[in-house]
């Protein structure tokens, strides 16, 4: 990595959340993207490296309010328009990474217009899958005092756990288990590359065998 690009490293982990969002984290998003990128030869990774060093750079505010108001990829947005802004890039490649930043969350709103954003969006998301996924649900689940297991339909929960906005309300009332059926198992459906679904469609197919032996499990039944 570029000495111009650890200043922002430097910056990040100052700033980064839990053990699932940390330094580690946004290294194997910007590994994923790498990979995303060097298959194709319309990517300015001038945009799409500080996008991916700065994604998540207000992931910990987000964590640390109880309001639910902060949307780490807004907040993140306009925490590195300052910092790239002290550091002298160009405003109109600031526009394009806080874009990036922006745009690299499902409940945003705001959906990924470039390709440097699409690759982002997608690098972040199969990080929450395949093994690797699993083990960052279960390091947020005991962050959150969750259960290992718990087998409720998937309709009872969202009545009872879910709000308008999509976020959980309860979250130690919410599991591994949970999370993949709600969200996971759809991720190769949602991304933008066709790169990137078939790495998805390979994690999901090892997620869906490890949950299927984990229900066997702890029911007795294996």
Not at 51 to 63: G, P, S
Not at 86 to 97: A, C, G, H, T
Not at 125 to 152: C, N, P, W
């Amino acid at each position: 990595m570029e000495k111009r690009y650890r200043v922002l490293q430097d910056i990040v982990e100052k700033e980064l959340s839990y053990a699932a969002h940390d330094l580690d984290h946004v290294m194997r998003v910007y590994h994923l993207c790498l990979i995303l990128a060097g298959q194709r030869d319309d990517v300015d990774t001038e945009v799409l490296i500080p996008a991916v060093l700065l994604h998540d750079i207000a992931r910990a505010k987000e964590d640390e309010d109880n309001s639910g108001e902060i949307d780490h990829a807004v907040l993140g947005a306009e925490m590195a328009e300052k910092i790239l802004q002290d550091l002298n890039y160009d405003p109109d490649l600031r526009q394009e990474i806080t874009h990036c930043i922006l745009a690299h969350r499902f409940r945003t709103g705001h959906q990924p217009e470039s390709i440097e954003a699409k690759i982002l969006f997608d690098a972040d998301k199969l990080d929450i899958i395949g093994a690797t996924g699993i083990a960052r649900s279960f390091m947020l689940a005991g962050q959150h005092g969750e259960r290992l297991y718990h087998e409720v339909s998937v309709e009872e929960y969202l009545k009872e756990n879910i709000g308008e906005n999509g976020r959980i309300k309860d979250a130690s009332k919410h599991t591994t288990n949970l999370e993949f059926e709600l969200k996971l198992r759809k991720i190769p459906d949602r991304l933008y590359t066709e790169e990137a679904k078939a790495i998805a469609r390979k994690r999901v197919r090892f997620m869906e065998s490890f949950f299927k032996t984990l229900v066997e499990e702890v029911t007795g039944n294996k």
